[in-house]
């Protein structure tokens, strides 16, 4: 990893543990807060909808200042309002935290991958964007594990301020490590907003959405599926997430490689087909402990696969809103999110048990992997008839030359 990188993946590491230590506490905060699981599954989604409004509305404040100075205010305000998230001292309170912890997510990720991919060397842009969520899948082996394990034995709130110190020593890394980048253009929002008249980005948002969505039905209920249905104890949960964790790390390197070695829209349909087949998996053997074990790795690095295409697919289909695009794509992951933790929290609370999320998430990630194709096909009748035209202008050339 190159060092100016470094600060972008401790970010990455505060950002993954906000978001997914919810997923490994959630039965301690909904004891504490006196709340059913579904209904804490709502603070996710208050999390996720934080992303959604935060992405586009900040990097639209803030388009015209350079990218290191945009990062560092984004860290304080993520935070501060983990910090009141450690002290929210009821549901509706800590729902408006949520909200306001997702805030700075999207944008931070948006305006990293920017900066990341020009930070990388030609051709390896994804690689480079890779090693920026590679601090989400360290999040998901130490930081949400840690995180868990203190909400179970200590206090969940002790787990928002070890969240909050983070976010300050990534404020130090970006002020030490990385270099003062000048900004690229005038960013005009009503400008930036003209790249949602074409039909690719809404397409490519829409696989985010709808695609990860499967992730996050598993995900937001893991924990109960692994105390209640395979019957691990309280204790063992902290290890199993370090295994999920240790999954995400290995799919996260294999799609960076993926996507620049056979192109980020081939990569971003083959990972949704096999989250598919992974989730089903799940639902089949979550009875039995060994193979949920190794359904729990491979899910991990399968659906974290996904990070590095999607967000080289958006930044590619910006036309020179790279930032907004990129920080747009970030709020499709966290639509995923929500809609994710909703739906897959519907079959729960009609009583049909904690496997029932792995069949929602199935159909989320098979709906994202149609809409691949779809992508898929327009971009190759795009290049087809750039090649077409190509081809006559050389004919003409050569008829007029007579070369």
């Known amino acids: 990893m190159k060092k100016s990188l470094l600060p972008l993946a401790v970010g990455g590491f505060g950002?993954?543990?906000?978001?997914?230590?919810?997923?490994?506490?959630l039965p301690d905060?909904?004891?504490?807060?006196?709340?059913?699981?579904?209904?804490?599954?709502?603070?996710?989604?208050s999390y996720a909808l934080g992303v959604v409004l935060g992405a586009p509305l900040l990097v639209g404040i803030a388009g015209n200042y350079p990218p290191k100075k945009i990062l560092l205010?984004?860290?304080?305000?993520?935070?501060?309002?983990?910090?009141?998230?450690?002290?929210?001292?009821?549901?509706?309170?800590m729902m408006i935290t949520r909200l306001l912890s997702g805030l700075p997510h999207g944008a931070f990720f948006g305006v990293g991958a920017v900066v990341a991919s020009r930070l990388a060397g030609k051709g390896k842009e994804a690689q480079a964007i890779s090693m920026m969520f590679a601090g989400l899948t360290v999040a998901n082996i130490i930081g949400v594990p840690l995180g868990t394990y203190i909400g179970h034995t200590l206090s969940w709130?002790?787990?928002?301020?070890?969240?909050?110190?983070?976010?300050?020593?990534?404020?130090?890394?970006?002020?030490?490590?990385?270099?003062?980048?000048?900004?690229?253009?005038?960013?005009?929002?009503?400008?930036d907003l003209k790249l949602f008249t074409r039909a690719e980005p809404w397409l490519i948002l829409g696989i985010t959405a709808i695609g990860t969505g499967g992730l996050f039905a598993w995900f937001s209920y893991i924990a109960p599926l692994l105390t209640e249905v395979a019957q691990f104890s309280s204790n063992q949960?902290?290890?199993?997430?370090?295994?999920?964790?240790?999954?995400?790390?290995?799919?996260?390197?294999?799609?960076?490689?993926?996507?620049?070695?056979?192109?980020?829209?081939?990569?971003?349909?083959?990972?949704?087909?096999?989250?598919?087949?992974?989730?089903?998996?799940?639902y089949f053997v979550a009875t039995f402990k060994i193979p949920l074990l190794v359904m729990t790795f491979?899910?991990?690095?399968?659906?974290?696969?996904?990070?590095?295409?999607?967000?080289?697919?958006?930044?590619?289909?910006?036309?020179?809103?790279?930032?907004?695009?990129s920080s747009v794509s970030q709020a499709g992951f966290n639509i995923g999110n929500a809609l994710g933790a909703y739906l897959g929290g519907l079959p729960i609370a009609a009583g049909l048990g904690y496997t029932s999320p792995e069949w929602v998430g199935a159909l989320l990630a098979f709906s994202g992997f149609m809409l691949a194709v779809v992508v898929y096909f327009r971009q190759k009748n795009a290049a087809d008839t750039v090649h077409e035209e190509d081809s006559e202008e050389a004919i003409t050339y050569e008829l007029a030359t007579g070369n």
């Open 73 to 93: 205010g984004l860290m304080a305000l993520f935070t501060c309002f983990n910090v009141l998230s450690a002290f929210a001292p009821n549901y509706e309170i």
């Open 157 to 191: 709130r002790i787990t928002f301020v070890l969240i909050a110190a983070v976010g300050l020593i990534t404020m130090l890394a970006i002020q030490k490590m990385l270099p003062v980048m000048p900004v690229v253009g005038e960013s005009n929002l009503r400008k």
């Open 237 to 282: 949960l902290t290890w199993i997430l370090v295994l999920a964790g240790l999954g995400m790390a290995v799919g996260n390197l294999i799609s960076g490689r993926t996507a620049d070695l056979i192109s980020p829209i081939k990569a971003t349909a083959l990972f949704l087909l096999l989250m598919v087949v992974s989730l089903t998996g799940v």
């Open 15 to 25: 950002i993954g543990m906000t978001e997914f230590v919810m997923m490994g506490v």
């Open 298 to 325: 491979i899910t991990g690095a399968i659906a974290f696969s996904l990070g590095a295409p999607i967000q080289i697919l958006m930044i590619r289909a910006a036309n020179g809103s790279e930032m907004l695009a």
């Open 29 to 45: 905060i909904a004891n504490t807060l006196h709340i059913s699981i579904p209904v804490a599954g709502h603070l996710i989604s």
